[in-house]
């Protein structure tokens, strides 16, 4: 039986139906305005949340930013979508949108807490928390002794006696690739292998929390309950390391830390600073590592930018919080105020703001 091919026929056009509106002599411009969609307006609010895809503005007299994009496709060329999920920031006439979550973008100078994920010939992988994996150069650390020289094949053959699968680091951005891969270095006693203490990992400084830049990013604190000293360091790719303080003359050549001169402690670099034990910690040390770290997470819970001022405002806070747990409890059987979460960590954070707005007042 013989049969027709015909051609295809365009779909029907879709007419959407829109409700008529009354419309009123007296109402203006400025009316109109506030009548028409909500995605159309400029969200200048640093409130407001707007998701990919979305409108966030027509108007021409606004430059797009990071997490925006314009599409030739709108109606209106000057149209501003955004990429992302995540804020509206306003900057004079620049429109940028600051992610919910987002992952480390590295920058120079950058001071960053780092675990080595692979070791390989010449160099290792550091996991940073960055979409591209760092490397660190075998050429961009200390030797032992504090010899400057050209590494060897004996020093690549040696290399995991340095750095091996699973230690952690802290170490200074030393260029950007162009596919946004970081270089690492630690050609200073202040980075290289961390030990005794405790490892954190916030999230994304995109909700407001999270770790930021600011003068310092790591500091010593002079604990109470006789905790002695513990260092303090905030990676600004979200990591966070808080350890036994351990002093400058233990980390040169000699038993106890040998007296030498200030200029040449870089000269002297040991092999015990690429050790693997980790050193005697006291109970109360332990307990003000434990402190200031529940001191970090309930900063990250409460959305507040974890920094140095905001870390000891809230590590005084949960001192004070201590004191009136104890004097409540005076057998000293359950809470002593040493955990720091839940109402009592809101407590916490309320104090420490209060404490650094009362200082700017």
Same mark, same amino acid.
């Given at each position: 039986?013989? !049969? $027709? ?44 949340? *707007? ?24 109606? $209106?060329? /000057?149209?501003?979508?955004?990429? *992302?999920?995540?804020?509206? /920031? ?13 992952? &480390? $973008? ?12 692979? *070791? /390989? $010939? ?24 504090? #010899? ?13 006696? !340095? ?27 202040? &980075? ?40 303090? %360091? ?15 003359? +233990? ?7 040998? /007296? ?13 600073? &690429? ?35 905001? %870390? ?8 004070? +919080? ?10 000293? #059987? ?22 650094? &707005?009362?200082?700017?007042?």
């Amino acid at each position: 039986m013989p !049969f $027709t091919i015909l051609a295809p026929t365009p779909p029907p056009p879709f007419h959407p139906i829109v409700p008529s509106r009354p419309s009123s002599p007296s109402s203006s411009d400025s009316d109109m305005d506030t009548d028409a969609p909500p995605t159309t307006r400029p969200r200048l609010s640093p409130n407001s949340i *707007v998701t990919p895809g979305e409108t966030v503005t027509t108007d021409p007299k606004w430059m797009r930013g990071h997490g925006t994009y314009t599409s030739p496709t709108t109606s $209106t060329p /000057q149209t501003i979508l955004s990429s *992302v999920a995540g804020t509206l /920031q306003k900057t004079n006439k620049l429109l940028s949108i600051r992610p919910l979550r987002a992952r &480390y $973008t590295p920058e120079i100078g950058d001071l960053v807490v780092g675990r080595i994920v692979e *070791v /390989q $010939t010449k160099r290792w992988k550091v996991d940073l928390s960055a979409p591209l994996l760092a490397h660190l150069p075998l050429s961009a650390i200390n030797l032992p002794g504090g #010899i400057l020289r050209k590494r060897t094949s004996t020093d690549e053959l040696a290399i995991r006696t !340095f750095f091996s699968e699973g230690d952690l680091l802290v170490a200074e951005v030393q260029s950007v690739y162009q596919d946004g891969a970081a270089s690492l270095h630690t050609r200073s006693l202040k &980075y290289g292998k961390l030990r005794n203490g405790v490892f954190l990992a916030v999230s994304g400084t995109g909700g407001g929390g999270g770790v930021v830049r600011a003068r310092r990013q790591v500091w010593t604190v002079h604990t109470g309950n006789g905790g002695g000293e513990v260092d303090v %360091v905030l990676g600004v790719n979200g990591y966070i390391w808080i350890c036994k303080h351990v002093s400058e003359e +233990e980390l040169v050549e000699g038993k106890g830390g040998a /007296q030498v001169s200030i200029t040449s402690l870089d000269d002297r670099v040991s092999e015990s600073m &690429y050790s693997n034990r980790n050193g005697e910690i006291g109970a109360a040390t332990r307990r003000e590592i434990a402190r200031l770290a529940g001191c970090v997470r309930a900063l990250v819970e409460g959305g507040v930018r974890v920094d140095e001022d905001m %870390v000891m405002r809230a590590y005084e806070a949960s001192l004070d +919080e201590g004191e009136m747990g104890n004097s409540g409890n005076e057998e000293g #059987i359950g809470d002593s105020g040493e955990y720091l979460g839940g109402d009592r960590g809101k407590r916490v954070v309320a104090e420490a703001l209060a404490a650094v &707005y009362a200082a700017r007042a």
